[in-house]
């Protein structure tokens, strides 16, 4: 028993051995650089409504039927916004990190979901169009799939799009720049 307790103390000591040493201090600076870009992004869509129209013969009681979060999509959307880029005044110039925030766009894509009942399945496949507000969604869509008789095959469907380059740093090209906004200097530790 003395010796686990022992062997912990020198553990959890030389842990702190480390931390405790007097650092000299980095002079190292970062400069983030801020420029206002049209750019064509990749992203993943999750539908958060959607609402399938009804025909005009059928729209004595209703206008159409809500359906939500019951799909998954994708699509390409060309994009103003802000890219803004990390990088380190000593390094090889490498980009620490490179970050693009949408303020408005137009996005193509299309959504899928697939009903699997025991009695009838049937699967959904709807190109989409949208118009995006950071990366809210807003749009129209054509349902291909199977629709009930009432049903108009238009919809219309609101969603949060996950940009593919904040998954993974791919998935945005820079079209065109609208000029350069310096960004500020600071120190690392």
């Not at 970062?30 to 013969?57: C, G, H, Q, W, Y």
């Not at 699509?75 to 949408?102: A, C, H, P, T, W």
């Not at 995006?132 to 749009?139: A, E, T």
Request: aromatic letters at 12%.
């Amino acid at each position: 028993m003395k010796k686990n307790v022992s062997l912990l103390i020198f553990c959890f000591y030389f842990s702190l051995f480390g931390f405790c040493q007097n650092r000299e201090e980095s002079t190292r600076s970062v400069t983030v650089e801020k420029d206002r870009v049209l750019a064509l992004n990749t992203n993943f869509v999750l539908p958060i409504m959607r609402f399938d129209l009804l025909k005009t013969s059928y729209q004595e009681k209703a206008f159409g039927s809500l359906s939500l979060f019951n799909s998954i999509g994708a699509g390409v959307s060309l994009n103003f916004g802000e890219q803004m880029e990390i990088s380190e005044s000593e390094s090889s110039n490498e980009d620490l990190d490179e970050k693009f925030v949408n303020m408005i766009g137009l996005q193509l894509g299309f959504i899928f979901s697939a009903d699997l009942n025991e009695a009838e399945s049937s699967l959904h496949f709807a190109p989409t169009i949208a118009l995006q507000v950071l990366d809210f969604q807003i749009g129209l869509g054509y349902e291909l799939g199977k629709v009930n008789d009432e049903a108009s095959r238009t919809f219309i469907t609101l969603g949060y799009g996950i940009p593919l380059q904040k998954l993974t740093r791919t998935g945005t090209w820079e079209l065109k720049s609208y000029g350069f906004k310096p960004g500020k200097s600071s120190k690392l530790l």
